[in-house]
């Protein structure tokens, strides 16, 4: 199986843009998808497939991809998008089906 | 609605068994994949366990195989996770997710707490 990578922390300024990343060799071939998780509570799916949105999920959240590294951006960030964010990506040829990367802390200031 | 709603944690021993129930509402529960995603307090989500939507294949990580058993009923729209020979590792919140492809989840339950300790 692979890693996926993420900065452990970000932090922004309300109003600003915060931009999450996620590096795997795999990604290239493996879509991503982006989950939020506020303290004491389940993850919520925000971004599939790269840079698809679930109905719901405000339109500043988006997601891209370039190579092995994937993207999580938070354009205009809130007060309530304070939060940990994973990146998951699947893995068809490993033991594991689902990878999680590690989690990163987004404060805003 | 979606809904899943998991039961069955609590506190328990080192060497001792739980069962978990995820119970599932507002969707063709027999049309899903179901997995087992648990986090360790202050740590980060791992995957534990998954279930076909016929229950007819399952996997487990590494880190639980020949201990946990995944099974389904969909008659009654529920995910069971019997977990046997609980270390104090595998203490975490287990939360039920319905993943729509085999390859993420598009719904969560509010989770499950174990706790494994003497």
């Known amino acids: 199986s692979y890693e996926l990578t993420q900065p452990p922390s970000v932090s922004v300024s309300p109003g600003q843009t915060a931009r999450i990343t996620c590096s795997a060799d795999v990604l290239p071939k493996q879509y991503a998808y982006w989950y939020q998780q506020k303290p004491g509570q389940a993850p919520i799916l925000v971004i599939f497939?790269?840079?698809e949105r679930p109905s719901g999920i405000p339109e500043r959240f988006s997601g891209s991809s370039s190579g092995t590294t994937v993207t999580l951006t938070i354009s205009g960030v809130q007060a309530e998008d304070e939060a940990d964010y994973y990146c998951?990506?699947?893995?068809?040829?490993?033991?594991?089906?689902?990878?999680f990367g590690g989690g990163t802390k987004l404060t805003v200031l | 609605e979606v809904q899943l709603v998991e039961s069955g944690g609590g506190l328990v021993q080192p060497g001792g068994f739980l069962r978990l129930t995820c119970a599932a509402s507002?969707?063709?529960?027999?049309?899903?994949?179901m997995d087992w995603v648990r986090q360790a307090p202050g740590k980060g989500l791992v995957w534990v366990s998954r279930i076909s939507s016929d229950g007819s294949s399952t996997s487990y990580a590494d880190s639980v195989k020949g201990r946990f058993t995944i099974s389904r009923d969909n008659a009654k729209n529920t995910v069971y996770l019997q977990m046997n020979s609980l270390r104090v590792e595998d203490t975490a919140v287990y939360y039920c997710?319905?993943?729509?492809?085999?390859?993420?989840?598009?719904?969560w339950g509010q989770g499950t707490l174990v706790t494994v300790s003497s």
């Open positions: 998951q990506s699947a893995d068809s040829s490993g033991s594991y089906p689902v990878i």
């Open positions: 997710a319905r993943g729509p492809g085999a390859d993420y989840f598009d719904y």
């Open positions: 497939k790269d840079t």
């Open positions: 507002g969707f063709t529960f027999s049309s899903y994949w």
